[in-house]
């Protein structure tokens, strides 16, 4: 289903040009216009899906089905020493196209221009608070 409002969608739809990587009946993948580093490639499902918030779980399965064999082809074309997954779901987190999308990002050196660290917390949460949070996150699963 298209969403007329859509970058990706019209993406999809051919409407707006892209550097196709790889196609089928379920997801369409091409080069973020960004190139963070060399062989940036986004990951779409072809059926229109905010973020993963309202993805079904069929939609979430072909789409992830897909990201290892391209994140393995931009492995083998470009060698990187690493590689980043990432998927950013509302504005806070950084999402700005509301098309649920999975950036594959290769990984050169140190300064390839993308940074993806965090500042630790664990000394903060003791076993007891751990398994409180994880149990109010489990109870919450349907």
Not at 54 to 61: K, N, Q
Not at 75 to 100: R, T
Not at 108 to 126: C, H, M, P, Q, V
Request: aromatic content about 8%; proline content about 4%; some cysteine.
């Amino acid at each position: 289903m298209k969403h007329d409002d859509c970058l990706f969608c019209k993406i999809i739809e051919g409407e707006i040009p892209s550097a196709k990587v790889y196609e089928d009946d379920h997801v369409y993948a091409f080069m973020d216009i960004s190139q963070v580093t060399t062989g940036h490639t986004l990951v779409i499902p072809k059926v229109h899906t905010r973020d993963i918030y309202e993805t079904p779980a069929d939609v979430a399965g072909e789409l992830f089905a897909r990201v290892p064999k391209i994140a393995q082809a931009i492995k083998e074309a470009y060698n990187p020493v690493g590689m980043n997954l990432l998927n950013n779901n509302e504005i806070m987190a950084g999402q700005s196209v509301f098309h649920l999308h999975i950036h594959i990002i290769p990984r050169y050196s140190d300064e390839d221009g993308f940074d993806a660290k965090w500042i630790t917390r664990n000394d903060e949460f003791s076993m007891e608070e751990l398994k409180e949070i994880a149990e109010k996150i489990s109870s919450s699963i349907n």
